[in-house]
């Protein structure tokens, strides 16, 4: 029957479309909104677990399942300390923590509460430093291991959320490229500015990395974010 | 049941597959085969994405095809596969974290991809839900079979792997040879398609004369 009567409306009269736009758009926003908070809890979880994941690709800890790398986490992380660009200590986190500097994202980083993690791999201490910036699509953002000297890097991982597919996005998807940041120095000698980059042409092999093929705009953006993200730490890293 | 598989549907189903293939006849959705297609992996990802996608919101909209009002269809069109893609996106965000940080960019262009509005428009807004079910589905694989095809040539000649596995052994490259650059960049992928779209229309088209 009621098909009958939708028939007989006149669907091209402007009240008939006025109701109808506004029911499918109520309609909609109401299914959205539901199926968005019902999945909220299970999203955060996975995001969570991935940016631990994360952290560890950045320690080279890498091709571990999801279940290893909470607990690796916890045990290799000493606390998630939040610092200021002064270099002072704000919360001093705690072991394998998710509440201090873990939590942070790239707006606390603008405001200058800076994340900082201090980590143990092998007995020697590491510290781990998040940078945010901005590809060629979008934001990406990366995890910088450094070692005790707070020169050397340990290692580094790089992520993005729209970069082309085997061309920008090789910074995410190209452990080869990441690892050549392995060994490099933040500084170049006897200066106190951050030289860490990639360029095209390398110069200085102690600091600059060979950018991505195809990838010159998304490579100059991860160049951009190391020397404007590390230079926010500053004070920490120069100071012995 | 015969009913469900009577020759008019299995044409519906089986045109769009190659004689009446969306991409090298109807031309449609060339933007996201030209960005997707550097590496097999997001080819097959998106070519799977937007099979059901287009099926699932081809039903839909043959199921309210008489109740949208003209002037509006090509809104009400675009609210139900953005609907439709923001949900799927979001289970997979839940229930399956990795295909979607895989997926990422491309989910958002589903939305924008002129097959889901071209078969809406063409096929769902005047046929029945069951064969409007089957041209979705048809298309989206007609799709994803070109998608998959330049995806192969583009990774084998680019990176001299499938899926991420090297097949060009490390001795042809000590041998001189060397990974072609150019079909890692779109307009390589535009070239090809081309190359793709020329054959089979030059071997079918001499055919019906």
Not at chain 1, 29 to 48: G, R, S, T, W, Y
Not at chain 1, 77 to 97: M, P, R, W
Not at chain 2, 155 to 166: A, C, K, N, P, T
């Given at each position: 029957?009621?098909?009958?009567?939708?028939k007989?409306?006149?669907?091209?009269?402007n009240?008939y479309?006025?109701?109808?736009?506004?029911?499918?758009?109520?309609?909609?926003?109401?299914?959205?909104?539901?199926?968005f908070?019902?999945?909220?809890?299970l999203q955060d979880?996975?995001?969570?677990?991935?940016k631990?994941?994360?952290?560890?690709?950045?320690?080279?800890?890498?091709?571990?399942?999801?279940?290893?790398?909470?607990?690796k986490?916890?045990?290799?992380?000493?606390?998630?300390e939040?610092?200021?660009?002064?270099?002072?200590?704000v919360?001093?986190g705690?072991?394998?923590?998710?509440?201090?500097?873990f939590?942070?994202?790239?707006?606390?980083?603008k405001?200058?509460?800076?994340?900082?993690?201090?980590?143990?791999?092998?007995?020697?201490?590491?510290?781990?430093?998040?940078?945010?910036?901005?590809g060629?699509?979008?934001?990406?953002?990366?995890?910088?291991?450094?070692?005790?000297?707070?020169?050397?890097?340990?290692?580094?991982?790089?992520?993005?959320?729209?970069?082309t597919?085997?061309?920008?996005?090789?910074i995410k998807?190209?452990?080869?490229w990441?690892?050549?940041?392995k060994?490099?120095?933040?500084?170049?000698?006897?200066?106190?500015?951050?030289?860490?980059?990639?360029?095209?042409?390398?110069?200085?092999?102690?600091?600059?990395?060979?950018?991505?093929?195809?990838?010159?705009?998304?490579?100059?953006?991860?160049?951009?974010?190391?020397?404007?993200?590390?230079?926010?730490?500053?004070?920490?890293?120069?100071?012995? | 049941?015969?009913k469900?598989?009577?020759?008019?549907?299995?044409e519906?189903f089986?045109?769009?597959?190659?004689?009446?293939?969306?991409?090298?006849?109807?031309?449609?959705?060339?933007?996201?085969?030209?960005?997707?297609?550097?590496q097999?992996?997001?080819?097959?990802?998106?070519?799977?994405?937007?099979?059901?996608?287009?099926?699932?919101?081809?039903?839909?909209?043959?199921?309210?095809?008489?109740?949208?009002?003209s002037?509006?269809?090509?809104?009400?069109?675009?609210v139900?596969?953005?609907?439709?893609?923001?949900?799927?996106?979001?289970?997979?965000?839940?229930?399956?974290?990795?295909?979607?940080?895989?997926?990422?960019?491309?989910?958002?262009?589903?939305?924008?991809?002129?097959?889901?509005?071209?078969?809406?428009?063409?096929?769902?807004?005047?046929?029945?839900?069951?064969?409007?079910?089957?041209?979705?589905?048809?298309?989206?694989?007609?799709?994803?079979?070109?998608?998959?095809?330049?995806?192969?040539i583009?990774?084998?000649?680019?990176?001299?792997?499938?899926?991420?596995?090297?097949?060009?052994?490390?001795?042809?490259?000590?041998?001189g040879y060397?990974?072609?650059?150019?079909?890692?960049?779109?307009?390589?992928?535009?070239?090809?398609?081309?190359?793709?779209?020329?054959?089979?229309?030059?071997?079918?088209?001499?055919?019906?004369?």
């Amino acid at each position: 029957m009621a098909e009958v009567k939708k028939k007989g409306l006149n669907t091209n009269s402007n009240g008939y479309t006025l109701i109808y736009s506004t029911i499918i758009v109520v309609v909609v926003a109401f299914l959205l909104a539901f199926v968005f908070k019902a999945l909220k809890p299970l999203q955060d979880i996975n995001v969570a677990l991935d940016k631990k994941k994360q952290l560890l690709y950045a320690l080279n800890i890498r091709d571990i399942s999801d279940a290893e790398a909470a607990q690796k986490y916890k045990d290799v992380v000493l606390a998630d300390e939040i610092i200021d660009t002064k270099g002072n200590v704000v919360d001093k986190g705690e072991q394998g923590g998710e509440k201090a500097g873990f939590v942070l994202n790239s707006a606390d980083y603008k405001a200058g509460r800076l994340a900082l993690f201090v980590c143990k791999v092998d007995g020697q201490t590491k510290y781990i430093v998040p940078v945010y910036g901005m590809g060629l699509w979008g934001p990406i953002n990366g995890f910088i291991a450094l070692d005790a000297d707070k020169n050397t890097v340990y290692g580094a991982y790089f992520n993005h959320e729209g970069e082309t597919a085997g061309l920008g996005a090789e910074i995410k998807d190209n452990v080869k490229w990441q690892n050549l940041f392995k060994g490099k120095k933040v500084f170049a000698e006897g200066t106190r500015k951050v030289a860490l980059s990639v360029v095209k042409k390398v110069d200085d092999p102690s600091t600059q990395v060979d950018a991505v093929t195809g990838a010159t705009l998304t490579s100059n953006g991860v160049s951009d974010m190391l020397i404007e993200g590390l230079s926010k730490y500053l004070v920490f890293l120069t100071s012995k | 049941m015969s009913k469900l598989f009577s020759k008019e549907n299995k044409e519906v189903f089986v045109n769009p597959l190659n004689l009446d293939n969306p991409i090298m006849v109807q031309v449609l959705g060339i933007c996201s085969a030209l960005a997707v297609t550097s590496q097999l992996k997001p080819a097959i990802v998106m070519g799977l994405a937007v099979t059901i996608i287009t099926a699932f919101s081809n039903v839909i909209i043959s199921l309210i095809r008489n109740t949208i009002p003209s002037r509006i269809r090509i809104i009400v069109q675009l609210v139900v596969v953005a609907a439709l893609v923001t949900i799927v996106s979001q289970i997979l965000k839940a229930f399956v974290y990795d295909v979607s940080v895989e997926l990422s960019v491309y989910v958002g262009l589903i939305i924008t991809n002129c097959i889901l509005m071209g078969r809406l428009e063409a096929f769902a807004m005047m046929n029945k839900p069951w064969p409007s079910f089957l041209d979705g589905i048809g298309n989206g694989l007609g799709y994803a079979f070109i998608l998959v095809l330049v995806g192969c040539i583009r990774e084998l000649f680019g990176r001299g792997s499938l899926l991420g596995f090297q097949l060009i052994p490390e001795s042809a490259y000590h041998a001189g040879y060397l990974n072609n650059g150019m079909m890692t960049m779109p307009a390589m992928a535009l070239i090809l398609l081309g190359c793709v779209i020329w054959l089979h229309r030059a071997y079918f088209y001499k055919e019906k004369k």
